[in-house]
T-cell receptor, first 113, second 116 residues
Framework: DSGVTQTPKHLITATGQRVTLRCSPR?????VYWYQQSLDQGLQFLIQ???????AKGNILERFSAQQFPDLHSELNLSSLELGDSALYFCASSVGGGPDTQYFGPGTRLTVL | AQKVTQAQTEISVVEKEDVTLDCVYE???????LFWYKQPPSGELVFLIR??????QNEISGRYSWNFQKSTSSFNFTITASQVVDSAVYFCALSEGASGNTPLVFGKGTRLSVIA
């Protein structure tokens, strides 16, 4: 158990819908990262937050957005869902501010029908 | 641009055999961090090791060992006396910069199957 929690574990929805994925980092970690794992693209970085502020952006679609709240939990919002958004979404956390390891949550498997 | 290549897509071995998973990386930074993660069939990503670019010492942890060679930009992972529980997808990843606090760039992964 990495200490990073993600909810829900599974999510099935329809095209055009909007969903919210939630992540709670390990206690004491200030950085949160979101990654998408799909069969064709592999593991890709989406976005990073550090202590409530956006730190880095990767291959995140405009239909996707994220935020990190004062209690450091993070949410990833996916809207106008398409079939191709079906993937495993991981959240990772790290202490932040120095060289450290990213620990991953169990992931949320999103299926868009 | 940073890149991680895991040329072996799938490897199959018989239990108790040794197996080496290859990882080649590209970066322009002189300071960077290399990682290996394991993804078992249950799906989670499990951290195995982190190495910084200034530490080329090989590391051994039980049946696992890692060989870091800057001259060939490689960070290979060997499992000795493999077991069925080692069956998983293994990812090599790279993080650039002195802080090490930057997003990971992953290879495509190597699927290891250990047959009893």
């Amino acid at each position: 158990d990495s200490g990073v929690t993600q909810t829900p574990k599974h999510l099935i929805t329809a095209t055009g819908q909007r969903v919210t994925l939630r992540c709670s980092p390990r206690s004491g970690d200030l950085s949160v990262y979101w990654y998408q794992q799909s069969l064709d693209q592999g593991l890709q970085f989406l976005i990073q937050y550090y202590n409530g502020e956006e730190r880095a952006k990767g291959n995140i679609l405009e239909r996707f957005s994220a935020q990190q709240f004062p209690d450091l939990h993070s949410e990833l919002n996916l809207s106008s869902l398409e079939l191709g958004d079906s993937a495993l979404y991981f959240c990772a956390s790290s202490v932040g501010g120095g060289p450290d390891t990213q620990y991953f949550g169990p992931g949320t498997r999103l299926t868009v029908l | 641009a940073q890149k991680v290549t895991q040329a072996q897509t799938e490897i199959s071995v018989v239990e108790k055999e040794d197996v080496t998973l290859d990882c080649v990386y590209e970066t322009r930074d002189t300071t960077y961090y290399l990682f290996w993660y394991k993804q078992p069939p249950s799906g989670e990503l499990v951290f195995l090791i982190r190495r910084n670019s200034f530490d080329e010492q090989n590391e051994i942890s039980g049946r696992y060992s890692w060989n870091f060679q800057k001259s060939t930009s490689s960070f290979n992972f060997t499992i000795t006396a493999s077991q069925v529980v080692d069956s998983a997808v293994y990812f090599c990843a790279l993080s650039e910069g002195a802080s090490g606090n930057t997003p990971l760039v992953f290879g495509k992964g190597t699927r290891l199957s250990v047959i009893a």
